[in-house]
């Protein structure tokens, strides 16, 4: 059992800032990728950032994001965080977290989604 859980999600104004962590936990033996997808109302569920979990690391965006969201990790926690700065009301969006992590039992690797974090733009 593998839970993904996400914290950090609230309402803000334009151009101001927001901090989403996300945190892989249960029988996990390794994680593969943690990233974060976003939905808004109407809309299909899209990538935001991923973090890939090689040795060094590599990253994702969506062009839609770069140059003001950063993701970041924290191994010893298993534990991705999604930094936003200068916001648009077009991020408003629920905000899921998507890990993929290897089971201690040697499948994977296998998907797994957490509940969300609403994170509304407005003025």
């Known amino acids: 059992q593998v839970q993904i859980v996400e914290s950090g999600g609230g309402s803000v104004q334009p151009g101001g800032s927001l901090r989403l962590s996300c945190a892989a936990s249960?029988?996990?033996?390794?994680?593969?990728?943690m990233g974060w997808f976003r939905q808004a109302p109407g809309k299909q569920r899209e990538l935001v950032a991923i973090?890939?979990?090689?040795?060094?690391?590599?990253?994702l965006y969506a062009d839609s994001v770069k140059g003001r969201f950063t993701i970041s990790r924290d191994n010893a926690k298993n534990t991705v965080y999604l930094e936003m700065n200068s916001l648009k009301p077009e991020d408003t969006a629920v905000y899921y977290c998507?890990?993929?992590?290897?089971?201690?039992?040697?499948?994977?690797?296998?998907?797994?989604w957490g509940q969300g974090t609403q994170v509304t733009v407005s003025a």
């Open positions: 249960g029988s996990i033996r390794s994680i593969n990728s």
């Open positions: 998507r890990g993929f992590v290897t089971l201690r039992s040697g499948t994977g690797p296998v998907g797994y």
């Open positions: 973090f890939t979990f090689t040795i060094g690391g590599s990253t």
